[in-house]
């Protein structure tokens, strides 16, 4: 016999890789602490004493703290004992490792309270007509005759609810030892953060085959590459794993980065060419509207450039005009050039009889004192 304590986390659904939707109940399972072993010699029968879910020392009594103390843990809110197991030790931590997917199991609580109930809800009595004239609807019926009580054990009005209950052959769909979580398909008594039992089937053996489960992180990481896969163009889908998807994507990426790049270069040709009506083009149509504009602009320059012969003789024809020009120039005098020569000349003349009269002054000053001495 197996066992552990755990606590119910709430249901939700999980989807096989068939793409069945399972309903499933979440367990939490947090490490059961082994507080005590009876054995047949000590106690008269085989069991074991498991605890979970830590308690503050404060809250905890002294019987409780001394059985934790023995098994060196800290005392637990959640204490039970499991019958006919066998081969564990005080202290040794169990966990939901314990069951495997696809084990029949046994799992016991404390159902939802109702309250006090009538016997049509409380026990699935039928109602009275519900039309205005039977004038008895949700009656509990006969209990008998007047004269006698009612007979012990009659179902009537009461309590409902607050029972422990045990739902049997329910199956482990997934065990989560790293989040402390099994998953059980079906519901189990209890309401939300109730604690129960979970133990081996009595009824049913484990010939199960376990159900495979798609991996909810793998398919969000599938859900984002292919989401990525769009943005730039790359044909994946979610039968591939996840490092081909990414492969792809990959040099997908690496495609259209360049084709970006030449896009880029082909609109700015484009404004060269002074082209029209290529915004909405693809790649394919923008080569060959610039190709075409390319091969036009190539002929117009043909037609207006002139041979290469006739070019050089153009030039050595210019060259030869530029040098007759040249010369005409210097051997042209304009009346500009006469003025100014007679310019010169009159300040020539001018300058002459002041340059005479200073030499006539210097050599007399000579004379005068060579007499002198």
Known sequence: MKGILGRKAGMTNVFSEEGKALPVTVIEVQPNVVLQVKTIETDGYNSVKLGAFNKKEQRANKAELAIAKKAKTSPKYFVKEIRDMVDYEVGQVLNGSTFEVGEYIDVTGTSKGKGFQGSIKRHNYSTG??????KYHRGSGSIGTIA???????????RMGGDTVTMQNLVVVDVDVENNLVLVKGSIPGPNKSFVIIKDSIKK?????????????????????????KKVGAEVNSAMSISEMKDIIAKAALTKEAEDKERVELHARVAELKLSKTENMNLEELREAVAKGEIVEAKTEAKEAPTTEETKADAEVKEEDKEAMEEIKEAIVTPEDKVEEVKEE???IKEAPIEAKTAVDESNKDD???GGV
């Open 346 to 348: 009159q300040v020539a």
């Open 129 to 134: 007509p519900m039309g205005h004239g039977s």
């Open 205 to 229: 053996e484990n010939d199960t085959v376990p159900t495979k489960l798609v991996d909810v992180k793998e398919v969000a990481i599938k859900n984002e590459l292919l989401e990525e896969a």
């Open 148 to 158: 006698q009580t009612p007979w012990k054990g009659s179902k009537g009005p009461g």
């Open 368 to 370: 005068k004192s060579k």
